[in-house]
């Protein structure tokens, strides 16, 4: 059964930094790529960043290059996004999601999600 189970979210001042996980369980997390989407109130669900299975080539949505940095433990079968300097705009609920080998932007190509894990970002 696959599962993606996100953790790691919560309430951080501007300029602060988290680091969210996302468990995987069910497959393994290198033949296939993972991507880290968020939604915010009123909002359609963004894609932020992905890790591609082959090569792990990743990908950054331009709000976030230079601040967030996705990364794959392949003993933990575990992706993370480390988050720096983050700013209001940043809050929302994150989810992560598994795709084929390959990124994509798009949230339709994802076949399965987590439950997703709330960052909000206020002073």
């Known amino acids: 059964q696959v599962q993606l189970v996100e953790s790691g979210g919560g309430l951080v001042q501007p300029g602060g930094s988290l680091r969210l996980s996302c468990a995987a369980s069910?497959?393994?997390?290198?033949?296939?790529?993972i991507g880290w989407f968020r939604q915010a109130p009123g909002k359609e669900r963004e894609g932020v960043a992905c890790?591609?299975?082959?090569?792990?080539?990743?990908y950054y949505a331009d709000s976030v290059k230079g601040r967030f940095t996705i990364s794959r433990d392949s003993a933990k079968n575990t992706v993370y996004l480390q988050m720096s300097g983050l700013k209001p705009e940043d809050t929302a609920v994150f989810y992560c999601?598994?795709?084929?080998?390959?990124?994509?932007?798009?949230?339709?190509?994802?076949?399965?999600w987590g439950q997703g894990t709330q960052v909000t970002v206020s002073s």
């Open positions: 890790i591609s299975s082959r090569d792990g080539s990743t």
């Open positions: 999601a598994r795709t084929h080998w390959r990124c994509s932007p798009s949230a339709s190509e994802y076949g399965y």
């Open positions: 069910g497959f393994t997390l290198n033949y296939y790529a």
